[in-house]
């Protein structure tokens, strides 16, 4: 046997393997491609062999291939037969290759899914590491919904090793199952207090990662990130969360509040510059989450600057990087405290490094003001001269353009000099961004009217020597710049002192060069000058000169006719014409001009962006109403069901102006094309006519290139640094003058205030060269406000928006391996499927035999209840069983609802199917309320308290609302019941309360509500059912109530749930105190084991009086009635489901009679519905069927007759006693009447 | 997260790369040639940031990376990594790199792939910061291949013998291409502990 593995070995050690490859390739540097094609089919030979270690050995040679940019997904079967090798060695060659190269799309991913879990399980800790190491980077949708539940295991493995690894991988199972983020996130919260640090940090890793997409889910964890943040000393750990802070402070800034203290403390403490650069950084969100300018930040923010600029001066560049990177965020909100460090950010932009200048320039942007943006863009405009030709210098020319536009032109005084400074940056060759600047110019010259003339006869210079802007290529961006200036010139042409020579340059033959929609604007806007030059001749006696420029367009527009692009034909030859009648109409003397400016009459007014979107709908404008009533359906088409055409028809037309119509227009174009190039009697659009068109297109004149080796200056252009001289002088002297003004003002008064003169001028001094009226952009008039900003629907992490505190319903569980495939039901499918006896069951025979007897135990338990003292082991026992006459499926339920480390191996438990029983229950509920009333709460912080009150006060009204709603819901349900019964005229409702005195004494009032908030809830406890029971406490006397501490006596079956580490008779603190006449609500949350009996707890209150004098001890006993009905969940049904429960005979009946009962019959469903939570399924007449359900899924169903004062009501239940119960406490609702 | 760790040298030979989102063969080379690009083109004493190429992430991202005698080590990360703290991160890698493989140097990289990658994988993984601790990475990467060394056992021994024999016969394999030892030159960061 050694002699043959022995000989297998000496086999292979000839084979190539990696080192040898990697020589190979080295060796055969000049034909790389044919030696590693080669070492492929290599390759493909060692793969076919059936020893492992040859195919490990391929495998590893294939990674290496792929990272030089071979496919190998070929390869991708037998790279599975490695990775299920025994031994390790070959396994991690298989688990590295398939990280390297599956994905989504592998398809032979799912065979692995039974070998990576074998792995996972594997009692070998490497082999365990190597499969989450791989599954990490190649995790699907359907390994992580079938690995969710083996990984969420290996959390609690034994081996930190293991467990930080399994930690870590469960973010790449949320991202791509997110169901399992709310089961598995109760044991991730444990791991950040888990005692190795590795473990801890890859919990704080995952939590930060999940926070920072959706960070509102995970601001409860914020005590506990507090809690870590002040004793962690590990770094990474400590980084990463003050980043997860700086994500949360902007949604509660009391947490800000909180965290400067100490935040500012590892500041002056720290030593290690990534933490100290964190520290900062979250300290500034803090200050722009509290950004109401608190006077005593002010210190904090001087001390985040103060380091930064620390960083920035540092003579580490990444240093000053990352400081340059955290000031621009403080500009945001505290620009004045930056804009101190003016100098050393001027500095920072002769830096030689690119990333900081970049940097720089950002923080530029928040500091001009009025008074150095000039200077600030002087200086810009010299760095754009040095840096030639690279993309850096387009980022500046960006930046200049945002600078000086931002926020509406604030900071422009001068707008001449701005032109100039756009007309400059004209000059700069080879940028992309000619647009940018074409738009700008454009903007000004509209909004500015009192720039326009000055606009005007620059860009008529521009036009005049565009030559010089267009000489180089085609491809110059910078041509934009003369769609802006033509436009400009034409629409504003009365500014033009020479409109002739204007349009005389925009006509010359070289415009035909230029891109299409900039030769349409020429030719309108020619049309424009053509008509201010008639308008100027007007009225003179020789018509020579007007004569003279419709000759000038008759000549040169033919050039435009022949043009190839459709707009500049179309345009060109209509307006040929035009000027041809004109010539004709000058000839005849006729005066013309007034006719032709009327073509351009009229103002254009600048429109905002979004104006079009918020134009908003008329009142009575229903877009998506018919215009024409839809043709009625043809006999032809009888065949087809009605309901198709009502569906689908109304699609059809609203669709009329989306884009599913415009492809459909497409394709049916493409479908035309096709068509006709098959019809051979369709004439086609021969190539060859198309080239007589194309003649005179560039491709055939030789472009000459122009070498310009003297700088670029148009003559005779203005240069924007005279600005900036005449800016200066002119502000030096309206200073003098103002201080002129002032002494004499000071002369007039003395003695008053003398600040203005001495101090820097401030930034109001500065007045505008020219008076300057920005036209604002138009908007609609009621322009609808909207913000829009939506997230991107395609973003992984949304569906990782998921509330974490709500608890946990059945249906959430993560899916355990079970023997045969579940089919999944849809709930209303599955409220019917739970009457109907169970399939097969699962479980073994054995086990069946225990459950029948422990379901006798039961029975002769609620007979003799006082009997029951037994051993307190068989008790813990019978309370892990489930209830007695339960029906089968709720106890499978109850498997699949417990935590899956406590199934052991053998047992098999049905997920889904019969999972979904309570799920119907949880959305009534309030997700939140447990928590709340956890006392634990107290403990926390002060704010936090305040808080905690704020939003139960709030949530009273919450409840009170909703009860209104729920009686409503009652009334509704019994409505829309009315079927083929006469509709009655139904008087109102009487109004219902749900609250009853509980006790009371001469201190305090306790009312109890009587509906209580019931639901199920699972978790880590085994099956007991929850109820929580509202109380409001009200203070009667005139003292302070303090101390105030609720007890119940807790039988066997009903306990009052106490916070950890509490003993069993421990009394709960009401997390408030009540001044006098001040009533609070609190909540507690019982567990209940059996619901068919009702239940009294004796409970007491102790409270101190704290009047001015004295503060005495009081007490107040009380009684907790919990009834059956509490127990009972408002589910709707529908009437089939019902007629299915009935009929599967599992019900056993009862029935009640009740006599004198006065009240309409829709009152007397009203009041069922709203006090023994029923809901109406069906109602004929006085006759209406009724359904509910207990938190332990049991069904009521009750038939309610009524007849001359005398109402009869049968129930079904398939549990007797529960049933009866019921009944009673009905008997005893009407009795009260 | 991390998006991408790659090394390459100053010719832009890939010598590891790891992506923790799934690209096409091609597109990862040319994000390696533009991330070559990129960060060769900077000099010795600039910043260690790039803000990303336009192929990896777009503007969200960031370019990461350290330069060591003739490699380049690249790490394109988002938002929430700190960026001093990536910066560290490279550092503990090389530094267990050259304690894993006594006095590191760029043929190590060549011809021993697969144990960069095994290193890697007990420091980052799935695109998350496992372990930071060197001694710790450098533990578990030699229990590794402890293992290995078991299970190959007597049948490994002729393989081993032979490659041993097959590098010997080799002239190009050592000191003659003249690769220097990665120095490690780390400016004055105080790293984690």
Redesign the interface.
């Known amino acids: 046997m050694a002699l043959k593995i022995v000989k297998g070995s000496i086999d292979r050690m000839f084979d190539k393997n990696l080192q040898d490859l990697v020589r190979g390739i080295r060796n055969h540097k000049e034909d790389e491609a044919k030696y590693i094609s080669t070492c492929i089919d290599e390759i493909k030979q060692e793969l076919k062999q059936d020893n492992i270690a040859v195919k490990a050995n391929a495998v590893c040679k294939l990674t290496y291939l792929q990272m030089l940019g071979y496919d190998v997904s070929w390869a991708a079967f037998n790279i599975v037969e490695v990775m299920s090798s025994s031994k390790f060695t070959f396994k991690r060659i298989g688990y590295l290759a398939a990280s390297q190269c599956f994905h989504e799309g592998t398809d032979v991913i799912m065979l692995t899914t039974n070998q990576i879990r074998k792995d996972l399980s594997s009692p070998n800790q490497y082999d365990t590491g190597v499969a989450l190491t791989g599954l990490s980077c190649f995790v699907t949708p359907d390994l992580a919904r079938d690995l969710a539940n083996d990984i969420m295991t290996l959390m609690s493995h034994t081996k930190p090793y293991i467990r930080k690894k399994a930690v870590l991988i469960m973010y790449k199972v949320f991202l791509k199952y997110p169901e399992s983020l709310r089961p598995a996130f109760p044991r991730l919260k444990e791991k950040l207090e888990d005692p190795d640090p590795g473990v801890q940090s890859a919990a704080v890793n995952v939590i930060c990662e999940l926070a920072r997409r959706n960070p509102k889910n995970y601001l409860s964890l914020a005590p506990l990130f507090f809690k870590l943040m002040t004793s962690s000393t590990n770094n990474w750990v400590l980084i990463k969360i003050i980043k997860l802070f700086g994500a949360l402070t902007p949604l509660e800034p009391r947490l800000g509040k909180k965290l400067i203290e100490p935040l500012t403390n590892l500041i002056h403490s720290t030593s290690a510059m990534s933490l100290l650069y964190e520290c900062v950084n979250t300290v500034i969100a803090v200050l722009i989450s509290l950004s109401s300018g608190m006077p005593n930040h002010s210190a904090s923010i001087q001390l985040c600057v103060q380091k930064l600029r620390i960083l920035i001066e540092d003579s580490d560049q990444n240093l000053k990087y990352l400081g340059l990177l955290a000031m621009s965020k403080i500009l945001k909100t505290h620009p004045k405290s930056v804009q101190s460090h003016k100098d050393l950010i001027l500095q920072c932009l002769d830096d030689k490094d690119e990333s900081i200048r970049l940097r720089a320039l950002d923080l530029l942007y928040g500091m001009v003001s009025k008074k150095n943006l000039m200077e600030i863009v002087k200086k810009l405009m010299l760095h754009v001269d040095k840096a030639e030709g690279t993309t850096y210098r387009d980022e500046l020319l960006t930046k200049i353009i945002d600078i000086c536009s931002q926020s509406n032109y604030q900071y422009i005084t001068n707008f001449e000099w701005y032109i100039s400074i756009l007309v400059e940056l004209t000059r700069l060759e080879g940028t992309r961004h000619g647009h940018l600047i074409a738009s700008q110019m454009l903007d000004v010259a509209i909004r500015v009217k009192a720039i326009r003339g000055f606009a005007v006869a620059q860009m008529a210079t521009l036009l005049d020597n565009a030559h010089l802007l267009t000489g180089n290529t085609q491809r110059n961006g910078i041509c934009e710049v003369l769609y802006a200036a033509a436009w400009i010139c034409g629409e504003f042409s009365e500014h033009l002192e020479d409109p002739m020579q204007t349009l005389e340059a925009m006509l010359r033959p070289k415009v035909a060069t230029l891109p299409g929609h900039i030769q349409a604007v020429y030719v309108q806007n020619a049309a424009k000058l053509f008509a201010t030059v008639l308008q100027k001749h007007e009225g003179e006696t020789d018509s020579q000169a007007a004569q003279e420029t419709s000759q000038l367009l008759i000549d040169r527009l033919p050039l435009f006719v022949q043009s190839a692009n459709l707009e500049v034909q179309e345009r060109a030859s209509c307006i040929l014409q035009l000027v041809k009648y004109i010539q004709k109409l000058q000839q005849k003397n006729v005066e013309v001009a007034e006719e032709v400016t009327a073509l351009f009459a009229g103002e254009l007014n600048p429109v905002a962006p979004k104006a079009q979107k918020k134009v908003p709908i008329p009142e009575g404008l229903d877009l998506d109403a018919w215009i024409n009533e839809p043709p009625s359906e043809s006999e032809s088409e009888d065949e087809k069901p009605k309901a198709v055409f009502a569906k689908e028809e109304p699609k059809h037309y609203r669709s009329r102006n989306t884009e599913v119509d415009e492809k459909e227009l497409a394709r049916r174009r493409e479908v035309r094309k096709q068509e006709q190039a098959n019809n051979p009697f369709y004439i086609k659009a021969s190539p060859s006519s198309q080239k007589v068109y194309d003649a005179p297109g560039v491709e055939h004149i030789p472009v000459v290139q122009i070498d310009l080796s003297v700088p670029l200056k148009v003559p005779g252009m203005p240069m924007s640094d005279q600005y900036l001289k005449l800016e200066e002088e002119r502000q030096q002297k309206e200073k003098a003058e103002r201080k002129k003004k002032e002494k004499k003002k000071k002369r007039e008064k003395r003695g008053k205030g003398r600040k203005a003169d001495s101090g820097p001028e401030s930034e109001e001094d500065i007045t505008p060269a020219q008076h300057v009226d920005i036209v604002t952009e138009e908007m609609p008039e009621n322009a609808l406000p909207s913000d829009d900003d939506d997230k991107d629907p395609n973003d992984p992490h949304r569906a990782l928006d998921i509330d974490l505190d709500k608890p946990l319903a059945d249906s959430e569980k993560l899916p355990v391996r079970t023997h045969r495939p579940e089919v999944l039901k849809s709930p209303a499918e599955d409220r019917v499927s739970e009457s109907v006896p169970p399939e097969t069951k699962k479980k073994s025979s054995k086990e069946k035999k225990e459950k029948k007897k422990d379901k006798e135990k039961d029975r002769k338990r609620s007979k003799e209840e006082k009997k029951k003292k037994k051993k307190h082991k068989e008790v813990e026992e019978e309370l892990l069983e489930s209830q007695p006459e339960e029906p089968v499926q709720s106890e499978e339920t109850k498997e699949a609802a417990a935590p899956p480390t406590s199934t052991s191996a053998e047992e098999v438990t049905v997920p889904s199917s019969a999972v979904e029983t309570s799920s119907a229950a949880v959305p009534e509920s309030e997700p939140d309320e447990p928590k709340d009333t956890e006392p634990e709460d107290t403990k926390s912080s002060k704010h936090k308290k305040k808080k905690q009150k704020k939003e139960k006060e709030e949530k009273e009204k919450k409840k009170k609302k909703r009860h209104h709603h729920h009686h409503h819901h009652g009334e509704a349900g019994g409505e829309d019941s009315v079927q083929n019964g006469t509709v009655e005229e139904e008087e109102p409702l009487p109004p219902m309360s749900n609250y009853s005195v509980l006790a009371e004494n001469s201190f305090i009032k306790m009312m109890r509500e009587d509906a209580e908030q019931v639901y199920d809830i699972q978790g880590n406890h085994q099956d007991e059912s929850k109820v929580v029971v509202s109380i409001i406490f009200e203070n009667k006397s005139d003292s302070f109530l303090k101390s105030m501490e609720f007890n119940v006596l807790d039988s066997l079956n009903s306990k009052l749930q106490r916070p950890e580490g509490a003993g069993p008779h421990d009394g709960l603190t009401v997390p408030f105190q009540l001044p006098p006449g001040v009533s609070n609500e609190a909540r507690f949350v019982f567990s209940v084991q059996s619901i068919v009996m009702p239940q009294k707890l004796k409970g007491t209150l102790t409270f101190i009086v704290k009047s001015d004098e004295s503060s005495t001890h009081e007490k107040l006993d009380f009684k907790l009635h919990f009834t059956c009905t509490s127990y009972l969940i408002t589910t709707p049904c529908y009437s089939d489901a019902y007629a299915k429960l009935l009929e599967s005979g599992d019900l056993k009946g009862s029935s009640l009679r009740l006599e004198g009962i006065n009240m309409p019959f829709h009152h007397l469903l009203a009041r069922i519905c709203f006090h023994h939570h029923f809901s109406v399924v069906e109602r004929i007449d006085s006759c209406a069927s009724m359904y509910s359900r207990s938190i332990q899924g049991h069904h009521v169903c009750l038939l309610v007759k009524t007849s001359d004062q005398t109402v009869s009501i049968d129930a079904k239940c398939d549990e007797p006693s529960l049933l009866g119960n019921v009944l009673d406490e009905l008997k005893q609702t009407f009795s009260k009447c | ?1 991390i998006k991408a760790i790659l090394i390459f040298n100053n010719h832009g030979k ?1 010598r ?3 992506f ?1 989102e ?1 690209y ?3 597109t ?2 040319q994000i390696i040639r533009e991330t070559f690009h990129l960060v060769s083109k900077r ?1 010795e ?7 990303g190429g336009l192929l990896i992430g777009g503007s969200e991202n960031k370019l990461i990376y350290r330069h060591y005698a003739t490699l380049y080590f690249v790490f394109c990360v988002d938002s ?1 990594e ?4 990536i ?2 991160l490279i550092q503990v890698f090389v530094e267990t790199l050259d304690k894993c493989f006594e006095n590191v140097c760029e043929l190590d990289l ?2 021993h ?2 144990k960069v ?2 290193i890697l ?1 007990e420091m980052v ?9 060197m001694s ?1 990475i450098s533990t ?1 990467a030699e ?2 291949s402890k ?2 060394k078991s ?2 056992g ?3 021994a ?2 081993r013998a ?2 041993a024999v ?2 010997m016969n ?1 002239p ?2 050592p000191k003659n291409i003249n690769i220097g030892d990665i120095s490690i030159k780390v ?7």
Do not use: R
């Open positions: 997260m890939p590891l790369s790891k923790y799934h096409t063969e091609d990862e080379q000099d004493n600039v910043c260690n940031f790039l803000e929430s700190s960026e001093l703290g910066l560290d060549i011809f792939m697969d990658h095994n994988a993984m799935g695109g998350m910061v496992l372990e930071t601790n710790e578990q229990a590794h293992m290995e299970e190959a007597i049948a490994g002729p393989a032979v490659s097959k590098n080799l190009e394999m400016p004055n960061l105080s790293s984690f502990k």
